[in-house]
T-cell receptor
Framework: AQKITQTQPGMFVQEKEAVTLDCTYD???????LFWYKQPSSGEMIFLIY??????QNATEGRYSLNFQKARKSANLVISASQLGDSAMYFC????????????????FGAGTRLAVHP | NAGVTQTPKFQVLKTGQSMTLQCAQDMNHNSMYWYRQDPGMGLRLIYY???????DKGEVPNGYNVSRLNKREFSLRLESAAPSQTSVYFC??????????????FGDGTRLSIL
């Protein structure tokens, strides 16, 4: 069974510093995708970044990068130059690749990490 | 550029009442999903619709029914609401794809309280 583990219930960081949010996953599939979503206090879910299991390079999107260590089954989110607006819940999610002939895109979510950015 | 629209945003029900949560997307996506989010937990899949005309159970389907009305709309119905169904409900949509990289796009959520 696939599983996502986020071991940090809460993190804090000083404004302008970098922070790493941990995510480990468990799957027996060779093809899978890893996603990070941000949920601000207003409640919406915002897609941040994606990493495919066959991607050789770590994904980057602006100040977000994904530190993908396949052998360790970890997909940590790195936020550089933190801003006050980065304060939010962050969720790691995984989708397995098998059985998608019908276009089924099931995501399994971790419990989330609450990030607080301090001025 | 609405994306995924959910109605209502807030609702309070009494135990045993029924209601339907509405979801519509304007991105021409084939797949749609309903999740619930409980405190301290990530999102859990209730039902999904891979394409128009099909629906399937997710991880926590008990107590819910869904209808894929057309390509744009996917509704979630609580037939007899229970306090355990107090939660935040999210609708999402995505492209059909044969690879894993398509992100799901979420609505703003419906906060539902069952008294």
């Amino acid at each position: 069974a696939q599983k996502i583990t986020q071991t940090q219930p809460g993190m804090f960081v000083q404004e302008k510093e970098a922070v790493t949010l941990d995510c480990t996953y468990d799957t027996s599939d060779q093809s899978y995708g890893l996603f990070w979503y941000k949920q601000p206090s207003s409640g919406e879910m915002i897609f941040l970044i994606y990493q495919g299991s066959y991607d050789e390079q770590n994904a980057t999107e602006g100040r977000y990068s994904l530190n993908f260590q396949k052998a360790r089954k970890s997909a940590n989110l790195v936020i550089s130059a933190s801003q006050l607006g980065d304060s939010a819940m962050y969720f790691c999610a995984m989708r397995e690749g098998r059985g998608f002939s019908g276009g089924y895109n099931k995501l399994i979510f971790g419990a989330g990490t609450r990030l607080a950015v301090h001025p | 550029n609405a994306g995924v629209t959910q109605t209502p945003k807030f609702q309070v029900l009494k135990t045993g009442q029924s209601m339907t949560l509405q979801c519509a997307q304007d991105m021409n996506h084939n797949s749609m999903y309903w999740y619930r989010q409980d405190p301290g937990m990530g999102l859990r899949l209730i039902y999904y619709s891979a394409s128009e005309g099909t629906t399937d159970k997710g991880e926590v389907p008990n107590g819910y029914n869904v209808s894929r009305l057309n390509k744009r709309e996917f509704s979630l119905r609580l037939e007899s609401a229970a306090p355990s169904q107090t939660s935040v409900y999210f609708c999402a949509s995505s492209e059909v794809d044969r690879v894993v990289g398509q992100p799901q796009h979420f609505g703003d959520g419906t906060r539902l309280s069952i008294l």
